[in-house]
T-cell receptor, first 118, second 115 residues
Framework: AQKVTQAQTEISVVEKEDVTLDCVYE???????LFWYKQPPSGELVFLIR??????QNEISGRYSWNFQKSTSSFNFTITASQVVDSAVYFC???????????????FGQGTILTVHP | DTAVSQTPKYLVTQMGNDKSIKCEQN?????MYWYKQDSKKFLKIMFS???????INETVPNRFSPKSPDKAHLNLHINSLELGDSAVYFC??????????????FGPGTRLTVL
C-alpha cells in the first residue's frame, strides 16, 4: 500500500522568509509519480509539479523548488522569499504506475497549512 | 475556458434526501475521478472512470453511485444522505492511465452540507 506523510501540520512564517514543506512517501512500486498541489483559501486544487521516480533532478520554477531524494523517500518543496499569496494548504501526493493494484489514483498526504504573515 | 467544471458549487440538503453532483471536463481526457475532502482537509479517492468504464471503487458506501454518460462527464449521485457525507467533493480528470499516471486536474469542488 502506498502512503504519503506530511509531518508538518501548520507552518507560519513572515513574508520574505524561505520555507520548506516536507513530504515522505512509501510505495512498493519502482515506478511512480509524485505531485504537489496547492489549495488556496478559495478552495480549488492547483497542480504545481509532477516528478517521476526515475528523475531525481531537482527542479526550480521561479520561487519554487523541489528536492526529490529516493534514498530517503522524500520529495520536499521549498518556497524562497515567501509572499502572503503563498498562504494555502499544500498537498503532496503519490500515484503508482499501471500494473499496480492502486494505479491511477492519487494518495494524498495530510496537507500542510502555510500562513505567510506580512 | 473552464477545464474541469462542477455543479453545483454549494449544496445544502436534509438528511435522507437524494442529490447529484455533475462534473464535466473539456480537456479531452480519458479518465475522470471523484475525491472527497473531509473537514480536516484530508483528500481520498472515491471512484475512477476510464472511457466510461469504472476502474477504481474505493470502499465507498453503495449509496454513492457514479455515472459516466460519456468520457467528458462523470456525475455523482448520492442516495439517503447522512450527516457524515458533509464534505467537499472534487472531480478530476487526466489524459490516460494506461501507462504512467498523468497529471490530474481538479474541478473547483462542491461543498455538500447535510443538515
Amino acid at each position: 500500500a502506498q502512503k504519503v506523510t506530511q509531518a508538518q501540520t501548520e507552518i507560519s512564517v513572515v513574508e520574505k522568509e524561505d520555507v520548506t514543506l516536507d513530504c515522505v512517501y512509501e510505495t512498493r512500486d519502482t515506478t511512480y509519480y509524485l505531485f504537489w498541489y496547492k489549495q488556496p483559501p478559495s478552495g480549488e486544487l492547483v497542480f504545481l509539479i509532477r516528478r517521476n521516480s526515475f528523475d531525481e533532478q531537482n527542479e526550480i520554477s521561479g520561487r519554487y523548488s523541489w528536492n526529490f531524494q529516493k534514498s530517503t523517500s522524500s520529495f520536499n518543496f521549498t518556497i524562497t522569499a515567501s509572499q502572503v499569496v503563498d498562504s494555502a494548504v499544500y498537498f503532496c501526493a503519490l500515484s503508482e504506475a499501471a500494473g499496480g493494484t492502486s494505479y491511477g489514483k492519487l494518495t494524498f498526504g495530510q496537507g500542510t497549512i502555510l500562513t505567510v504573515h506580512p | 475556458d473552464t477545464a474541469v467544471s462542477q455543479t453545483p458549487k454549494y449544496l445544502v440538503t436534509q438528511m435522507g434526501n437524494d442529490k447529484s453532483i455533475k462534473c464535466e471536463q473539456n480537456l479531452g481526457h480519458d479518465t475522470m475521478y471523484w475525491y472527497k475532502q473531509d473537514s480536516k482537509k484530508f483528500l481520498k479517492i472515491m471512484f475512477s472512470y476510464n472511457n466510461k468504464e469504472l476502474i477504481i471503487n474505493e470502499t465507498v458506501p453503495n449509496r454513492f453511485s457514479p455515472k459516466s454518460p460519456d468520457k467528458a462527464h462523470l456525475n455523482l449521485h448520492i442516495n439517503s444522505l447522512e450527516l457524515g457525507d458533509s464534505a467537499v467533493y472534487f472531480c478530476a480528470s487526466s489524459q490516460d492511465r494506461v501507462a504512467l499516471p498523468d497529471t490530474q486536474y481538479f474541478g473547483p469542488g462542491t461543498r455538500l452540507t447535510v443538515l
